[in-house]
């Protein structure tokens, strides 16, 4: 299924916060929403990502563009922009405010994006954004994590969407504090998902990661319109199998995030025309100990080329990835021309 030819596309480009805010000033490129990355957002359209930015970089800013009428609304704890085709949301909710643990908090926050995606006629969850404080920790027997998961799937089951083949691309990523945040992408064409074979879907771990299973797919394609496909890569990290490995080298977890990064890209291209190549894909870093980023930003500078689009749009963030093992994740977006194969 292909978006409308009357659908106004949807694109994204990455800028500093500051070009951001010099873009949307000018009233020709008022952006239809903005997810920042070291900044919080001002603006009625724009979401900031509560994660240190690294390596004295400025705060970077993903402006999306779609149609010239947009409305913004709220649905329970979700605020909302759409411009009839197209729903960017946004979730802050703290625990400590709400009085609820964590997995009665992401159920209700689940349930509630979902029921603002009925209302504005975007029934398909594209890509879902999720930072949570202290993710490793423990939450009264169950890491947060692992707590998180529980009420995320439930929603996704009881609101009937896709909890496990055909979840939408996601990641989760640790805060050192504030609220619990969420930020997705909704569309009213379904995405196409893509899993890794290096990999165990994550939606089919074994009850050792918690009672119940992360729910995203490895990467989703998306038609956006204008013949533009896009490729949302979730947040990969060193895992093989459903295992972590290379705990404690470093190196070693970079290279193998690069080889699952290139694996779900070959396995995307495999479902459409479209050709993408890690190279050409804006992605965000996250890090761990932030001692560690000058490493991870040479390293893949050798392997990805110091001029190359990736490494010119990289976001370096300051996070804990799901595993406490694990020294760093890597998500990305990219579009390029072609159509699905479904």
Same mark, same amino acid.
């Given at each position: 299924?292909? &978006?409308?030819?009357?659908?106004?596309?949807?694109? @994204?480009?990455?800028?500093?916060?500051?070009?951001?805010?010099?873009?949307?000033?000018?009233?020709? %490129?008022?952006?239809?929403?903005?997810?920042?990355?070291?900044?919080?957002?001002?603006?009625?359209?724009?979401?900031?990502?509560?994660?240190? #930015?690294?390596?004295?970089? !400025?705060?970077? #800013?993903? =402006?999306? %563009?779609?149609?010239?009428?947009?409305?913004?609304?709220?649905?329970? &704890?979700?605020?909302?922009?759409?411009?009839?085709?197209? =729903? =960017?949301?946004?979730?802050?909710?703290? !625990?400590?405010?709400?009085?609820? $643990?964590?997995?009665?908090?992401?159920?209700?926050?689940?349930?509630?994006?979902?029921?603002?995606?009925?209302?504005?006629?975007?029934?398909?969850?594209?890509?879902?954004?999720?930072?949570?404080?202290?993710?490793?920790?423990? +939450? +009264?027997?169950?890491?947060? /994590?692992?707590?998180?998961?529980?009420?995320?799937?439930?929603?996704?089951?009881?609101?009937?969407?896709?909890?496990?083949? $055909?979840?939408?691309?996601?990641? *989760?990523?640790?805060?050192?504090?504030?609220?619990?945040?969420?930020?997705?992408?909704?569309?009213?064409?379904?995405? =196409?998902?893509?899993?890794?074979?290096?990999?165990?879907?994550? /939606?089919?771990?074994?009850?050792?990661?918690?009672?119940?299973?992360?729910?995203?797919?490895?990467?989703?394609?998306?038609?956006?319109?204008?013949?533009?496909?896009?490729?949302?890569?979730?947040?990969?990290?060193?895992? @093989?199998? %459903? !295992?972590?490995?290379? #705990?404690?080298?470093?190196?070693?977890?970079?290279?193998?995030?690069?080889?699952?990064?290139?694996?779900?890209?070959?396995?995307?291209?495999?479902?459409?025309? *479209?050709?993408?190549?890690?190279?050409?894909?804006?992605? &965000? &870093?996250?890090?761990?100990?932030?001692?560690?980023?000058?490493?991870?930003?040479?390293?893949? *500078?050798?392997?990805?080329?110091?001029?190359?689009?990736?490494?010119? %749009?990289?976001?370096?963030?300051?996070?804990?990835?799901?595993?406490?093992?694990?020294?760093?994740?890597?998500?990305?977006?990219?579009?390029?021309?072609? !159509?699905?194969?479904?």
């Amino acid at each position: 299924m292909a &978006v409308a030819a009357d659908v106004p596309p949807l694109r @994204v480009e990455r800028l500093t916060l500051a070009q951001g805010l010099a873009r949307a000033a000018d009233g020709a %490129h008022k952006p239809f929403a903005a997810l920042s990355y070291g900044a919080r957002g001002d603006n009625s359209w724009i979401s900031g990502v509560a994660a240190r #930015v690294l390596l004295d970089s !400025e705060p970077m #800013v993903d =402006l999306w %563009h779609a149609g010239a009428s947009v409305q913004s609304g709220t649905t329970g &704890v979700v605020r909302w922009r759409t411009d009839g085709h197209w =729903l =960017l949301g946004v979730v802050d909710l703290d !625990e400590t405010a709400h009085g609820e $643990g964590l997995t009665a908090l992401s159920q209700r926050a689940y349930r509630n994006l979902f029921e603002a995606m009925r209302q504005a006629g975007c029934p398909h969850l594209l890509r879902v954004w999720n930072y949570l404080p202290r993710i490793n920790d423990d +939450g +009264g027997g169950m890491e947060r /994590y692992r707590q998180f998961n529980a009420g995320r799937q439930q929603a996704f089951l009881d609101a009937g969407q896709a909890a496990f083949e $055909g979840a939408p691309a996601a990641c *989760a990523l640790g805060v050192h504090e504030g609220a619990l945040c969420i930020r997705f992408l909704a569309g009213r064409v379904p995405p =196409l998902p893509v899993e890794n074979p290096r990999q165990v879907s994550a /939606y089919h771990y074994p009850t050792d990661y918690g009672p119940r299973s992360p729910t995203f797919s490895r990467a989703a394609l998306a038609p956006l319109g204008a013949g533009q496909i896009a490729l949302f890569i979730s947040g990969t990290a060193s895992i @093989v199998g %459903h !295992e972590t490995v290379h #705990v404690g080298n470093l190196q070693a977890q970079v290279a193998e995030t690069l080889e699952n990064l290139r694996a779900v890209i070959a396995a995307a291209n495999e479902r459409t025309s *479209a050709r993408f190549t890690l190279e050409r894909s804006d992605p &965000v &870093v996250y890090v761990r100990s932030p001692s560690d980023a000058p490493r991870i930003r040479e390293q893949l *500078a050798q392997a990805l080329g110091k001029g190359s689009r990736f490494m010119r %749009h990289a976001v370096f963030l300051e996070a804990d990835i799901c595993r406490s093992e694990l020294l760093v994740e890597i998500e990305a977006h990219a579009a390029e021309t072609g !159509e699905l194969r479904r």
